[in-house]
């Protein structure tokens, strides 16, 4: 009887062992080597974990997870070098590192400098939105549709040696990436080489082993080329200082397309911010406001005070304001012109008549006027100019003077002047956000000729208010201007 050669019965094992192979589609990234594999996402129980026998050892809640790219390999220290316009060699020679070289995995990279990293890939792409994979989905990922503490099924040092650089095969030193076997999705060294950045929502407490504070961080997962089989485990993870560069750590990017981030209205409230920042977009709004304020007038020995009124001046106002603008996004900036229609009247909250208030010159005004508007998120600065016109009433004097009691009304005839506002906004979905601005009017008022025969003098007003707002930007990109 023959026996089987060892080597074939082996490779045999392993495929029995391990889920057929999917059939993940590989797309091109935006630099030279980077290759993405699209997943199907669905639920995913995240700590759940079974032996090669399927008996459940773990269990735990299920998270959705959406579709979505994934980086085949690590990021690479050529890929680095091209995206960041730096000299790799150069840093990690200065950093100690020994292994160098452009399939070499990235490392002494901080969670922070991968952030930066991402943002130069976000402005070199505008189909797709690049982050650090979010924990679960770096796991999911990992785990290629198993729940085995390892995607490949069998827990043994020879199968581990095919696809994970660790202490048993390694000999302390990186190796170049895509060296072993890939995952059942396509995805390679997701155990092992280099430990991965992932992104955990609020962060995780650490502890500083050096000088035994705590604080809060992130995650990296998968082992590296120093790690023994446990800490390569899908299930094994490592809470540390965002800040900190490690020499056995680096990162992979995960990607969704814009369109279908911007369709998820269940997406977290960070990553439709993170769109609104990082698009490059032209945009439309409708802006409806409701402001409360108050109003003062410069008489300059007035006419009316001539012939016995009393006049201080001044009331409360509520206005009501409606803006279109149109502009750009550029970031975390954003330039704008915009239109806008309002009316400004005596408040309702104190009546013109009431006891505790002497007798006043109201203003009724209509304004017709426009501006520019320019946003550095969460703020924003407005300056316009404007035309207004209406009537003013000038109450009666009720201090004893022998000119009879009574008001009267007059149009105004010329007015105009410049406004300015500054305020807060922030973005509720991604085409909606609110907001509250202060604004300030300095109008120049003329009057025409009253009941009384006396024709006023002009005078000034300043109309100052709080104002509070709903932005609607309209669903249209226009990218071909500017």
Not at 76 to 98: C, R
Not at 166 to 192: E, K, R
Not at 255 to 267: F, I, K, P, T
Not at 381 to 395: K, M, N, V
Request: glycine share 10%; proline share 5%.
């Amino acid at each position: 009887m023959r026996i089987m050669n060892p080597v074939l019965g082996f490779v045999l094992f392993t495929l029995l062992i391990s889920p057929v192979s999917s059939s993940a589609q590989v797309v091109p990234g935006p630099v030279p080597g980077m290759e993405f594999v699209e997943l199907p996402g669905g639920d995913y129980e995240y700590v759940r974990v079974e032996d090669v026998f399927g008996d459940v050892l773990f269990e735990g809640d299920s998270v959705s997870i959406r579709p979505f790219q994934i980086m085949t390999t690590e990021v690479t220290q050529a890929m680095w070098e091209k995206v960041m316009g730096v000299d790799v060699q150069a840093y990690l020679d200065s950093a100690g590192v020994e292994f160098t070289g452009p399939e070499y995995p990235m490392c002494m990279v901080s969670l922070r400098d991968c952030i930066a990293f991402v943002d130069s890939l976000n402005s070199m792409d505008s189909l797709y939105s690049y982050r650090i994979p979010p924990d679960t989905y770096w796991t999911y990922a990992c785990a290629a549709g198993t729940y085995t503490t390892f995607s490949w099924g069998a827990d043994s040092l020879q199968v581990m040696s095919l696809h994970c650089w660790f202490s048993a095969n390694s000999g302390d030193s990186l190796h170049t990436v895509a060296s072993l076997s890939p995952n059942q999705w396509g995805i390679c060294d997701m155990c092992g080489n280099v430990f991965e950045w992932t992104t955990v929502s609020g962060g995780v407490e650490f502890e500083d082993l050096l000088t035994g504070e705590t604080g809060t961080g992130q995650v990296f997962r998968g082992g590296s080329v120093y790690s023994i089989a446990r800490l390569c485990q899908r299930d094994y993870w490592v809470a540390a200082d965002s800040a900190v560069r490690y020499s056995d750590c680096g990162f992979r990017v995960a990607r969704m397309h814009r369109s279908s981030e911007r369709d998820d209205a269940e997406q977290p409230r960070r990553v439709v911010l993170d769109s609104l920042l990082r698009e490059d977009r032209f945009a439309i709004y409708i802006e409806p406001m409701l402001a409360i304020g108050g109003i003062s007038h410069d008489f300059n020995q007035d006419d009316i005070e001539q012939i016995g009124y009393d006049v201080k001046g001044g009331c409360e106002q509520d206005c009501a304001y409606l803006r279109a603008g149109l502009g750009k996004h550029f970031g975390r900036f954003g330039a704008f012109v915009y239109g806008e229609i309002g009316h400004l009247g005596p408040g309702v909250l104190i009546d013109n008549h009431g006891p505790w208030i002497l007798p006043e010159v109201l203003l009724r005004m209509n304004l017709v006027g426009g501006g520019v508007e320019f946003r550095y998120y969460p703020v924003r600065l407005r300056l316009g100019y404007g035309s207004y016109s209406g009537e003013a009433e000038i109450d009666s004097d009720t201090t004893g003077t022998p000119f009879p009691g009574g008001s009267w009304t007059t149009d105004i005839v010329d007015g105009r002047g410049f406004s300015f506002g500054i305020g807060l906004h922030t973005p509720i979905s991604e085409n909606i956000a609110a907001g509250v601005e202060w604004s300030q009017h300095f109008i120049d008022l003329k009057l025409a000729e009253s009941g009384t025969g006396v024709e006023p003098s002009e005078h000034t007003a300043k109309q100052y208010e709080v104002r509070f707002f709903v932005n609607f930007q309209l669903p249209f990109e226009w990218n071909a201007i500017f």
